[in-house]
């Protein structure tokens, strides 16, 4: 099986130098692990205390962020090695001021994996979340490293848990401990015949708290925001951008919209679907420094990056994507303590059913479910804060997952 696994690697290998041609994403992918090994030896070289941190891509790097400060705060002598699988990734943290050194992950190959541990030689290794890659594991357990995987998350349908999963199973048995998300990862984990794992939660609760206590106010949103009610939608497709607009007819609400894709045709597009309000565009007001809104009924945010920073501005939240293939990051904005509102594709995101659970978050269908569920909260002032503080209560029963984990790793020394 490991013939056939090295096999599978080297025809991913040749598939992305293939699509290099065309390709962006794959050209940087490649481009990225150029010299990589000659770059490793020269900034490692005379380090002896390594700690690597590999996160899949963008979204792991939030789990893996507030361990990486951890590990900084409380054990200065080590040099923390993060690296990424994804350009996405690497491209927006690898100036990441935590880290001592960020780099592509070499793939998975049998010559890769003892290459790069023979110049590493981390003492401790944590990958995030869910990315495998059985050479490195292979030769990580060979050599007696503490391997670690972070806020780890399994499900039933996962090869792992298949008839033909045998060879995986033995894979995964050589990790030292896993520290997963809830009790059904950890029941899966057992029905392997894996007992080094527990439930300690998700570190993304750590990093989303303290992203929203150092957050910056915004003066283009404030001004926006003066003296109206403000539901704040993250992360739309056309489908939400629909019903939206339907919803704004039966409320006096106004409207934050920031859509997932900010190309001009989706921006040209959503202007004319809203033309019957009056909008204004973010990147425009900023320009203009704008102060005066007092007309506007909708902000279209046609900037990236500052949604997380928008949701202290709004009384209810709409995530979007759940009309499409699954909805957006919902955690950010319940860590606002917002009642949270989504279309029906949720149920693989484990946060968006919890609060769901707690009634802090509800999914609707159509437009007219929408409208009658955003009327039934703001209509009914207790209602409304009842999922508030449901919403706030989850975030924070949620925390603390981090200093826990540094507890249990980190215990002897």
Not at 360 to 365: K, R, S
Request: net charge positive; charged share 25%; proline share 3%.
């Amino acid at each position: 099986m490991r013939l056939l696994y090295d096999i599978a690697i080297r025809f991913y290998e040749a598939f992305i130098h293939i699509g290099s041609l065309f390709n962006d994403k794959a050209k940087s992918w490649k481009r990225g692990r150029r010299y990589i090994f000659t770059s490793l030896k020269l900034v490692l070289k005379k380090c002896d205390n390594v700690i690597w941190v590999h996160c899949a891509s963008y979204g792991e790097f939030e789990q893996g962020k507030p361990l990486v400060e951890k590990i900084k705060e409380q054990h200065p002598e080590y040099k923390i090695l993060l690296t990424f699988f994804s350009p996405s990734g690497y491209r927006h943290f690898h100036n990441y001021e935590k880290a001592d050194f960020v780099f592509y992950l070499p793939l998975d190959s049998h010559y890769n994996a003892r290459r790069f541990l023979d110049i590493v030689k981390p003492k401790y290794i944590f990958f995030i979340k869910y990315e495998y890659w059985f050479n490195y594991i292979h030769e990580a357990h060979k050599r007696r490293i503490p391997f670690y995987v972070v806020s780890a998350i399994f499900r039933d349908n996962q090869y792992f848990f298949k008839i033909y999963g045998h060879w995986f199973r033995v894979q995964l048995r050589k990790i030292s401990y896993f520290f997963v998300q809830d009790d059904s990862s950890k029941y899966l984990l057992h029905k392997i015949g894996i007992q080094q794992c527990e439930t300690y939660g998700d570190t993304r609760f750590d990093t989303v708290v303290e992203t929203i206590r150092n957050v910056a106010p915004d003066e283009i949103t404030r001004n926006f925001c003066r003296n109206k009610q403000i539901l704040i939608a993250g992360s739309t497709w056309e489908p939400d951008e629909k019903i939206l607009h339907e919803l704004l007819r039966y409320t006096d609400y106004s409207l934050i919209l920031t859509p997932h894709e900010i190309h001009p045709s989706r921006l040209n597009s959503i202007r004319q679907l809203f033309s019957d309000y009056s909008m204004a565009s973010y990147s425009e007001a900023a320009a203009q420094h704008r102060q005066n809104f007092d007309n506007v009924r909708v902000l279209l945010v046609d900037t990236i990056g500052i949604l997380k920073m928008l949701y202290q501005y709004g009384e209810i939240a709409y995530i979007g994507g759940g009309f499409g293939k699954g909805i957006h990051n919902t955690l950010e904005a319940a860590a606002y303590g917002m009642p949270i509102l989504f279309g029906p594709n949720y149920t693989h995101f484990k946060e968006a059913c919890d609060l769901i659970g707690r009634k802090g978050a509800f999914c609707v269908h159509n437009s007219m479910e929408l409208a009658q569920k955003f009327l039934e909260l703001t209509k009914d002032e207790n209602a409304l804060e009842e999922a508030k503080r449901n919403t706030k209560a989850y975030v924070e029963s949620k925390t603390g997952v981090t200093e826990k984990i540094m507890r249990a790793v980190f215990a002897k020394e």
